[in-house]
């Protein structure tokens, strides 16, 4: 069992895959874009596959596939599979942009894959190009109903709420939920370094809540795991369900149980911290699985009790030097 300082056993490991992306999303990718990490420092699939092994024996059942966008990294549902397969590994779900999924969507469902988290921010074609530079709505849609067709269910959008630019669209999303049975989700826009993120765009979840509460009566849902950081609701009568996602006004640090592994190998703690610790170094100088246990224990004791305020800091060095797209979504 992997147990922080603060008591919290953590059992879910987000892997970055790669840290390239198709899409130029402006509250991830810094404009200027990131220099990438050169071929030979991104971790290999048996490198991957050695790491999520040893991150399941100290109790990790659940392994997220990110990136980056992770359908960019060639022979993904091989390694889908090769996750899948570890021992002690129970669920393999991936987040991705959905403009990739139409190719791939039965082969993931065939290696195994658990579930399909689709981001997606808006349901306008002008909207969708301004916000990701890529005129790729018709692609993700596509891709959602490859997603479905290919067996997935319960299929979640993640849709970062974004004032003056998404947050008319809620009940539209509540309409996608319904027509489709989708779980979509709502995400606090956090800030990130080199982003467009700005105050005034930042709407909190509870004054989105508020105004689907205007039209629709709200069932809430009880949560699976005390770990989801969502919160959701039923709308009486119909499909699927809206969620929020609010990182920003009401943090869930007390009940987050996740680590996250970037594609060049480095344990991330939390999302928010400025600790990393490397993990590719030591393997490749020959670590054995006992020394990198050790080190992900380490790395585990770096996570802090909390994350900063982030409206309150997000002027400071340390969190504009922080990129969504570096770290691993
Ligand atoms: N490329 C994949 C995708 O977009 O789903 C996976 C990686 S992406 C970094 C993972 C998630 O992070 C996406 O759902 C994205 O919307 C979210 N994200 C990125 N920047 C964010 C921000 N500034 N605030 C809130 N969510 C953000
Ligand atoms: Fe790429 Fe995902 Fe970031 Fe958008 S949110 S730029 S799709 S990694």
Redesign the pocket.
């Known amino acids: 069992m992997i147990t922080d300082l603060f008591g919290r056993a953590l059992d879910y490991l987000r892997v970055s895959v790669t840290d390239k ?1 198709n ?3 402006a509250y ?2 810094p404009a200027e874009g990131v220099s990438l990490v050169p071929h030979r420092a991104v971790l290999t699939f048996e490198e991957i596959e050695r790491l999520v092994g040893v991150f399941a024996s100290l109790g990790v059942r659940k392994v997220r596939v990110t ?3 992770p359908l960019v990294r060639r022979g993904i549902v091989d390694l889908v599979g090769r996750i899948v397969r570890t021992r002690g590994i129970e669920s393999v779900p991936m987040t991705t ?1 959905g403009l990739l999924l139409a190719q791939y969507a039965r082969s993931l469902k065939d290696a195994g894959l658990s579930r399909l988290n689709v ?1 997606l921010d808006t349901l306008k074609e002008d909207r969708f190009l301004e916000i ?1 530079g890529n005129p790729g709505l018709q692609a993700v849609l596509a891709g959602l109903r490859a997603g479905r067709a290919a067996g997935f269910d319960r299929i979640k959008i993640n849709a970062v709420l974004i004032r003056g630019f998404n947050d008319d669209e809620l009940f539209d999303f509540a309409d996608l939920a319904d027509e489709c049975d989708f779980d979509v989700r709502f995400i606090e826009y956090m800030p990130f370094g080199g982003t467009t993120w700005e105050r005034g765009k930042f709407m909190p979840a509870s004054e989105a809540v508020a105004r689907l509460k205007e039209k629709f009566p709200l069932e809430p849902i009880e949560k699976r795991s005390s770990s989801d950081p969502a919160y959701a609701f039923r709308i009486p009568g119909r499909k699927g369900s809206i969620g929020f996602i609010a990182s920003v006004s009401e943090s869930f640090c007390q009940s987050c149980t996740r680590l996250r592994l970037t594609a060049e190998g480095r344990l991330i703690p939390c999302l928010h911290a400025d600790v990393s610790l490397d993990l590719r170094e030591p393997m490749r100088k020959g670590a054995t699985d006992e020394e990198l246990a050790a080190l992900i224990q380490e790395g585990a004791r770096l996570k802090p009790k909390a994350h900063e305020d982030f409206l309150k800091d997000f002027s400071s060095e340390a969190a504009r030097r922080r990129k ?2 570096s770290i691993g ?1």
Do not use: Q, Y
């Open positions: 992306c899409l130029r999303c991830c990718m990136g980056g966008e942009n981001s990701t969504m797209i979504g």
